[in-house]
């Protein structure tokens, strides 16, 4: 009876680190090691970047972002309950030339989502986004960056690539200032990176701070002679990485 529990207590253990291991694809040794089945650079030749910010749409910021972004596209990772919520600011957003890519359907980590309400979840937000963008999301982003091995099955499943990032400018945090979320994402700039940047949410005036960074962030690029395009644009025509077909080797769940 102890031996069967202990067996029970075992498999139950084995089969909660085999849910969570995706999870390490957090750590960036990992996240470059697992860059066959996982999105956080493009492999480019062409002197472009990707501008991504996630967690919106407010629909009093999303707006003030487009204006700042003037002409030059970027990604948009938004949840979905918020998506649904705040469908003309996803349809404006869309109008200006961006990208809107699927941050999940609320904030919550999938470090303590089951199964079946993480499947449940991410079809909602796909669902949500195709509605309102009209166009389903080609990338999925987890909250805080943090897969359970459902999500890391299903999103490709559901025609979206599993997405990280190369670098971010810990913008939503209480004492990061403009400067530095100028030099940390420039710092970053190199052709083929997927800059990571917030559009809602964070500490009090944390999203003021990162739309004052933009237009310095904008001006460097170009310095730099990189041009921000969407993900899509990216990862067009790059050699390497794996497709959106791809189930990957690390599902284990439906
Ligand atoms: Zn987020």
């Avoid at 980590?109 to 089951?114: D, F, K, P, V, Y």
Wanted: with cysteine.
């Amino acid at each position: 009876m102890r031996t069967r529990t202990g067996i029970a207590v075992t498999a139950g253990l084995g089969l909660a680190a085999a849910q969570f291991a995706p999870a390490a694809t957090f750590f960036p040794p990992v996240r470059r090691l697992a860059e066959p089945w996982m999105l956080s650079r493009a492999h480019t030749g062409r002197a472009e970047v990707a501008l991504t910010f996630d967690d919106g749409p407010d629909p009093d910021l999303a707006p003030r972002f487009a204006d700042v972004l003037g002409a030059y596209p970027a990604t948009f990772f938004w949840q979905g309950g918020r998506v649904r919520a705040h469908g003309a600011a996803v349809a404006a957003t869309v109008a200006a030339g961006h990208e809107i890519a699927c941050h999940g359907d609320d904030h919550r980590t999938l470090a303590r989502l089951g199964p079946d309400a993480t499947a449940g979840a991410l079809r909602r937000a796909r669902d949500a986004i195709a509605e309102a963008a009209g166009h389903p999301p080609a990338f999925y982003r987890p909250a805080y960056g943090v897969w359970n091995a459902t999500a890391w099955a299903m999103a490709p499943r559901l025609g979206m690539r599993r997405t990280l990032w190369s670098k971010w400018a810990w913008d939503w945090h209480a004492r990061t200032t403009t400067p530095q979320i100028i030099d940390r994402i420039l710092a970053g700039a190199r052709p083929g990176a997927i800059l990571l940047l917030h559009d809602a949410d964070g500490a009090p005036g944390a999203t003021g701070r990162t739309l004052a960074a933009l237009p310095e962030i904008l001006d460097g690029l170009m310095a730099r002679g990189l041009a921000p395009v969407t993900l899509s644009t990216l990862i067009a025509g790059a050699p390497e990485g794996y497709s959106a077909s791809d189930t990957g080797r690390a599902g284990a769940a439906r």
